[in-house]
């Protein structure tokens, strides 16, 4: 029987268990050995954060994991991550005692050395165990470690990669605790290790080297090699297997880097990716093929009414609009409700995540709506950190003076209200001529007139260092993007993370994401793509592409992502102008679209949520730890070498209502009434809607096949 496809979180109870559900585990200790736990930059940081937790009531103990999800119900676990850094211990991590007297044993035996070890739960959700190793007090065994290392792999490192030599001595710690703990169990050794990057690598390559009997498994969320590639502008998809790959990686000075990566690979029992497009890349860049694929997921929270999450996009979207208004002032003549806001975020890097093509995309837009004469005015945030000195002043003079005319405007407010209070208190209707009177037409002119601006409101919210040569300063200047008031896409950079505690724009970015209509992610390389995923889950609609690892994964799931609020551009089989062009009329089509049609679209982005929880996509995770168990203890752990998880054989049907889009739905005149935006999806009914998808999920038969007795309705299941 096909393992459904879940919609609800009512029907991700109901999954089929998996066959080896009885596999008898004693004393399992499982540990995720990462590079980035309370270590590096923010947006390291956060991405390690979005990939922590599980639901505790499938794991034995009230543990949580950092870096990955579930463990079958008969495992018990002790979730312990191992990571190099140590720079934030005293603010992120709540140290104690290891409850397990295996790890305190090992930890103990470290210490003993010289080594500074640290044990305690991470202050994030879950607060999951973590170990922390402080690569500096082991630094002195820097040339002994490397000794051995090139006599278990042959690889040598250089003196100068700092990053390399830190990733060694992590690795002969890991190695090294490892062989502590595993002595200790004598007869049982039933313990997992999955590595995280090739900084992790290095550890995994000592285990198997020494024989530490350890099921060890390898995840590459990119490879090394691919990302520098890709930066360069290489056209890397289509010479996937025309790379001499050896060269490419000597002539970037990245060989040694490489060879830790691929050794990795091969060492491992296990090998995973995190995405379909990244197997085919490490195919080609790894030289081995993927043994299963684990797509990320996030811990999905759901609202009680659906109505709840709509209640807070209004109410973020509000709070941007507060900022538009101060930024856009003295130029603030369009309609703030009909006004859409999309961003794009991520790292800083250009063409990767398509802040190229999506610069492109809306100089074409500009363009359309400009010609078509529409109202809509979409406003554009880049949110991708770069090089700053400070604020820049005319952007906070811009807040200033909307708070002045916030203030100017209460206070005329109350002493309108007290006059107006007074006379109908008398029984008499005020002369409406009189009620406000000379210094308070004063206050209200000095108000506007300082709303007067000579210059155009900035597009970069801060001062850049190198502002010459910033790449999306560049493009703005070519496309003539300035803010103009005859433009009708206006653009802002905020080339800073976002804060509630920011002057300019006082949101975290789960407000920011809330807040606004629309998240574009046409990226080149992105071998998952967290970024469009948290669109989906808070109800945002949003375009990634096909090169994405989540663009890939909503094509395998979704049987029309789009009507789901999904748009997929296509980078992999179509030029860039073609790419560029169906980008943009991706964007057009999202204008045109009415109020009560975003709102529909919203209901049933947020509805793919499921697809993307950690309940869900746990299963991937439990299947490759079962199989490295199987190859390492086949004695012991009966397994199909190359059975996958049973996901196959269902796609996630087609909304049965669909909106009218605007291209065949026209309205009767050139503007629409307020009647027709309300009343022109009446045979829409959003409980309706659910409960029939919540049926076709359900729905134990595949694709091919169509039980006797029930008609296909129009458009389900249809590719």
Partial sequence: MPLVRSLSVTSLNGLPQWEDEDLAVEDLL??????????KEPCFSMASKRMTGAPQERICQPYLLPMMCQLPPKILALDVCLQKGVHNVKTQVEVCEPPNALVKNAMDTMKDSGCQVYFGRWLIEGNPYVVLFDVGSAAWNLDKWKGEFWDASHIGIPYNDREANDALIFGSLTAWFMKELSDQLEDKPNVIAHFHEWQAGPGLILCRSRKV???TIFTTH???LGRYLCAASIDFYNHLDQFDIDKEAGERQIYHRYCMERASVHCSHVFTTVSEITSIEAEHMLKRKTDVIT???LNIKKFSAMHEFQNLHATCKAKIQEFVRGHFYGHLDFNLERTLFFFIAGRYEFSNKGADMFLEALSRLNFLLRVHRSDVTVVVFFIMPANTNNFNVETLKGQAVRKQLWDTAHSVKEKFGKKLYEALLRGEIPDMNKILDRDDLTIMKRAIYSTQRQSLPPVTTHNMIDDSSDPILNTIRRIGLFNNRTDRVKVILHPEFLSSTSPLLPMDYDEFVRGCHLGVFPSYYEPWGYTPAECTVMGIPSVTTNLSGFGCFMQEHVADPAAYGIYIVDRRFRSPDESCN??????YS???????????QRNRTERLSDLL????????YMHARHLALSRTFPEKFEMEPNAPPKTEGFRYPRPSSVPPSPSVSQHNSPHQSDDEVEDEDERYDEDEEAERDRQNIKSPFSLSTVPQGKKKQHGEYRN
């Fill in 30 to 39: 499982l540990f995720e050995v990462a590079w980035e736990v309370t270590n």
């Fill in 295 to 297: 797509p990320n997921g």
């Fill in 613 to 620: 929880d950690w309940r869900y996509l746990g299963r991937y």
């Fill in 222 to 224: 990119a490879t090394l």
């Fill in 213 to 215: 009997p350890v099921a």
């Fill in 582 to 587: 169906q980008l943009t009329q991706f964007l």
């Fill in 590 to 600: 999202f204008c045109q679209q009415s109020r009560r049609q975003r709102i529909v």
